[in-house]
């Protein structure tokens, strides 16, 4: 079994920035994929970014340049640095790990970007 706890989440004017870490206990591996996804409103849940195997980075088109994602081996422990923020950034951001081909997801954090 693995547990995620994200923190990060919170209210930030557009422009402004957030960092989400996500910290992960159990049956963990370091080479789960593990990221980012989120959902907003009335919308299906969406990857943001990735880290797959060989530390290879995915992320979705439109957070390019402005989101990066990161990860700590030794803190078992996820981030994504988003920049930039724009209000269509506004979701509850879901961290996931692949462990052995089991999805995990933890509890939300909620992000809103707005004036």
């Known amino acids: 079994q693995v547990h995620l706890v994200e923190s990060g989440g919170g209210l930030v004017q557009p422009g402004g920035s957030l960092r989400l870490s996500c910290a992960a206990s159990?049956?963990?591996?370091?080479?789960?994929?593990m990221g980012w996804y989120r959902q907003a409103p009335g919308k299906e849940r969406e990857m943001v970014a990735l880290v797959l195997i060989n530390d290879n980075l995915k992320y979705r088109e439109s957070v390019k340049g402005r989101f990066t994602i990161s990860r700590d081996n030794a803190k078992n422990t996820v981030y994504l640095q988003m920049n930039n923020l724009k209000p269509e950034d506004t979701a509850v951001y879901y961290c996931y790990r692949n462990h052995w081909g089991s999805n995990y997801w933890g509890q939300g954090t909620q992000v809103t970007v707005s004036s």
């Open positions: 159990g049956s963990i591996s370091s080479d789960d994929v």
